[in-house]
């Protein structure tokens, strides 16, 4: 079984420029989760998704964050503009619905790095 | 809010020696436990969990048990390997409505076995 698939797996643009992350679930896997992890933290949930409706967005910054889950399967995390602070690594996870209990499967992450 | 303290690394230890990386926590509803791995390069994976008080969650050498008088979640192995080295996060979920609620990470501890 394929694991949780991110891409890019690394990315480097300047300050004020757009970048857009793509996440690829388990198949079968309703709950998507997006997290930031910065250099020597716990990851941090952005949003959380059942199916293709964003069910958690609070910690979202949403003046230049947007996300998006067509159709239930695959998303796509976006930044734009880009700051300096954006530094970190963006982490993709999946569950079943039933992931309170058998946890949550992780991608490698897309480093990215501002500058 | 829900929170997750760890003990503060680096841990330095000499193979074979015993571990101990302390966590507690604090929630708002009755929470399940992971303990999640992060080897050098690599993305987080799940090491064991924990749904319900009293449980013990092992995989692989580690052991973890859910002591809700303490609201703790401990994580030991009797004798550590140098393949051992990387940085462990404890975390919490708290199930909402009838989905999988996300991840709160504590800050991670980073392990360090020398032969």
């Known amino acids: 079984e394929a694991g949780v698939v991110q891409s890019p797996r690394y990315k480097i643009i300047e300050k004020k420029q757009p970048v857009a992350f793509w996440c690829n679930p388990i198949?079968?896997?309703?709950?998507l989760y997006w997290y930031r992890q910065n250099l020597g933290q716990g990851p941090e949930l952005l949003i959380r998704?059942?199916?293709?409706?964003?069910?958690?967005d609070s910690q979202l910054p949403k003046d230049r964050f947007s996300a998006e889950r067509l159709k239930g399967v695959d998303s796509t995390l976006k930044i734009q503009p880009a700051e300096l602070g954006d530094s970190a690594v963006y982490l993709c996870?999946?569950?079943?619905?039933?992931?309170?209990?058998?946890?949550?499967?992780f991608g490698s992450g897309t480093r990215l790095t501002v500058v | 809010g829900d929170s997750v303290t760890q003990m503060e690394g680096p841990v330095t230890l000499s193979e074979e020696a015993f571990l101990t990386i302390n966590c507690t926590y604090t929630?708002?509803?009755?929470?399940?436990l992971f303990w999640y791995v992060q080897y050098p390069g690599e993305g987080l994976q799940l090491l064991l969990k924990?749904?319900?008080?009293?449980d013990k969650g092992s995989n692989k050498g580690f052991e973890a048990t859910y002591r809700k008088e303490t609201t703790s979640f401990h994580l030991e192995k009797g004798s550590v390997q140098v393949s051992d080295s990387a940085v462990y996060f404890c975390?919490?979920?708290?199930?909402?409505?009838?989905?999988?609620?996300?991840?709160?990470f504590g800050k991670g501890t980073h392990l360090i076995i020398q032969p």
């Open positions: 998704y059942e199916n293709e409706e964003a069910v958690d």
């Open positions: 924990a749904t319900k008080a009293d």
């Open positions: 975390a919490l979920s708290v199930k909402t409505g009838g989905g999988a609620d996300g991840l709160t």
């Open positions: 929630a708002t509803g009755y929470p399940s």
């Open positions: 996870a999946s569950s079943p619905r039933t992931g309170f209990n058998y946890g949550y499967t």
């Open positions: 198949s079968g896997h309703n709950t």
